[in-house]
């Protein structure tokens, strides 16, 4: 969904404003903002913003803050501590530059980090005998994965979430700040506990599945999905068959479901056929999200 799946690997660059505390002049500027997989540069004629990614505690993404919200549209903010000192740095942002914010940033720091994880502490409202493992956590363009030291991967897709919680829980034999996520399994519902170790990256991560599953439905309560749409997509989920589908909603009436599969196309919930078909994170959050009211 965001990005490229090599955020060590990524360059870009473009124009922009932004306002930064780190620099003398404390009015906005027009400059050049550069990305790699380490750092974000700033440069406006002689004045300059160097912000290594690991020294970087906190990221807000879209509405600017009041005092600026007659000079920007949508800004990343970005919360940072070089050498103990800490600052703050607002970059407008055109849109089609939202996944280098929403996916990279993040996914630099968090990828390799090392975190307690419950997962399918409860399923269907019943609690189960999981205990906490420690696991390495990466970040994906669609999905969190987490890899046990045994070994194998567990995974939770965005469009899998269908609620998150933030606070304390005690996990791993310690009271911890923890993200609880519930999220569908096979069509269940699923309680896992996500702790990292660093609170720094804790926070991010907190901020980073907020920012992602808020924007998801966001999209979804945007979008004008017709009552049969729904159906196309939680049919499909549930029965990942395309002809019964088909059969299911318009009797095998060929002309009449490519023309609803079309519609569910431009409302962004399934994938172009030349792509394979499918359903995209906007389209299974939909259906989870369905599914997940009828079994409650």
């Given at each position: 969904m965001r990005g490229g799946d090599d955020p060590a690997g990524f360059t870009t660059q473009f124009q922009t404003r932004f306002y930064s505390t780190a620099i003398r002049r404390s009015d906005i500027q027009n400059g050049v903002c550069e990305l790699d997989g380490d750092s974000i540069s700033l440069r406006?004629?002689?004045?300059?913003?160097?912000?290594?990614?690991?020294?970087?505690?906190?990221?807000?993404?879209?509405?600017?803050?009041?005092?600026?919200?007659?000079?920007?549209?949508?800004?990343?903010?970005?919360?940072?501590?070089?050498?103990?000192?800490?600052?703050?740095?607002?970059?407008?942002?055109?849109?089609?530059?939202?996944?280098?914010?929403?996916?990279?940033?993040?996914?630099?720091?968090?990828?390799?980090?090392?975190?307690?994880?419950?997962?399918?502490?409860?399923?269907?409202?019943?609690?189960?005998?999981?205990?906490?493992?420690?696991?390495?956590?990466?970040?994906?363009?669609?999905?969190?994965?987490?890899?046990?030291?045994?070994?194998?991967?567990?995974?939770?897709?965005?469009?899998e979430i269908v609620n998150i919680q933030f606070g304390k829980r005690t996990i791993g034999g310690g009271k911890r700040d923890v993200i609880k996520v519930d999220h569908m399994k096979s069509h269940t519902r699923t309680t896992s506990y996500l702790s990292l170790m660093q609170t720094r990256l804790q926070r991010l991560f907190n901020r980073y599945l907020r920012t992602e599953y808020a924007q998801l439905q966001a999209e979804i309560e945007e979008t004008n999905v017709s009552e049969a749409e729904t159906q196309l997509v939680?049919?499909?989920?549930?029965?990942?068959?395309?002809?019964?589908?088909?059969?299911?909603?318009t009797d095998g009436n060929t002309s009449e479901f490519e023309s609803l599969y079309e519609q569910a196309l431009d409302h962004g919930l399934v994938t172009h056929p030349d792509d394979g078909v499918g359903l995209t994170q906007k389209g299974k959050m939909l259906a989870n999200t369905e599914l997940d009211t009828v079994n409650t």
């Open positions: 406006a004629g002689t004045q300059s913003v160097d912000i290594a990614v690991d020294t970087v505690t906190n990221l807000t993404i879209g509405t600017p803050p009041e005092r600026f919200e007659d000079a920007f549209t949508e800004v990343v903010g970005i919360k940072f501590s070089p050498a103990d000192t800490s600052h703050v740095c607002f970059i407008e942002y055109d849109p089609e530059y939202a996944d280098v914010f929403e996916y990279h940033l993040f996914a630099k720091p968090i990828n390799g980090a090392t975190g307690l994880v419950e997962f399918g502490a409860q399923k269907g409202g019943q609690q189960t005998d999981t205990a906490a493992q420690q696991m390495e956590v990466a970040i994906k363009p669609d999905r969190v994965v987490f890899t046990p030291e045994t070994g194998g991967t567990k995974s939770i897709a965005l469009g939680v049919g499909y989920y549930t029965t990942h068959d395309l002809t019964q589908t088909m059969h299911a909603l």
